[in-house]
């Protein structure tokens, strides 16, 4: 067990470390230690976390109350206090705002899986918990649909909170997330991301049951082993969706010969344009834009006056069909902007 002292030098080290990265502008971020029963090490409001000293740092109770200190605890005590309180296994929490990450949680994109094989392991499904007014019991109430299940979450429109058996570790759960998103979004603007297929994805969750870890995925019916399946429940109340990085569409139990593949990057629907129900039927629920699934899973996007193509099987001459309509939509939407600049339309 680490002294008061050895505590409080580690936390001014992991903020030169989160002030170095970028992922604590000016006084952003906090970071928190449980000592003992009673006592927990924390920041203080208005600090640079690059340049804390071991005098700086508070110490407060488990009600929240500060018995310690020359500086003023954070305001955002209460959400330490309160993951503390609801995983008796975790004794420090780092909140900062990684940009890569942040930026999920700004624009409302689940984070993907079955993508790299570390992440999978050690983070899993990254839930994105709605957005509330920093501060209060609120905000800290915010995070606990999700903190049995993950030691990181995305604070939509704020920042993460990871936890860990010690500060080192909480830290860590941070820097593998961002450097992750970080990877996402190059390889996007690359061109392509490419996901697991159904047996790598399987594998992975194989291996962690060999290793004693566990998988939240193992404990869901019937579930897409890459789509975010176990908080998606949260979605509705958060608007998180698949808009940027559509997965790929297999089950637990499918066979190789069912799956769906749908790798488009840019938009929520399947490379026709469609939502995965309409791809599965092989028609548009709506016909015009907006598709009539619209907000709730379906498409961003609609077809006008395109039949479109059934997907829902894979077949020798799928992907040519998804060009060739694809480029239907594309000269039609061309043409129907055209007209409407001669004044022609509308």
Known sequence: ?????????EICDIGRRIYAKGFAAANDGNISYRIDENRIVCTPTQICKGFMKPDDLCIVDMN???IGGNRKMTSEIRQHITIMKHREDVKSVVHCHPPHATAFGIAREAIPQCVLPEVDIYMGDVPIAKYTIPGGQAFADAILPFIAKSDIIVQANHGTVSV???IEKAYWMTELLDAYCRILLISRDLGKVEYFNKSEAEDLIALKTQWGMKDNRADLANCELCANDVFRDSWKETG???????PPTFRRGDDDSREHSSRLSGSSCSPSGLCKKCAESGSCCAGSHPCANAGTGGCTQGIRGLTPPALAQSTPSAPAQVANFEQEMIIQAITERVMQALGKVG
């Open 1 to 9: 067990m680490m002294n008061m002292q050895q505590v409080k030098e």
């Open 64 to 66: 929240g109350n500060q």
């Open 164 to 166: 860990g058996p010690t």
């Open 240 to 246: 998180v969706g698949h808009r940027a990085f559509q």
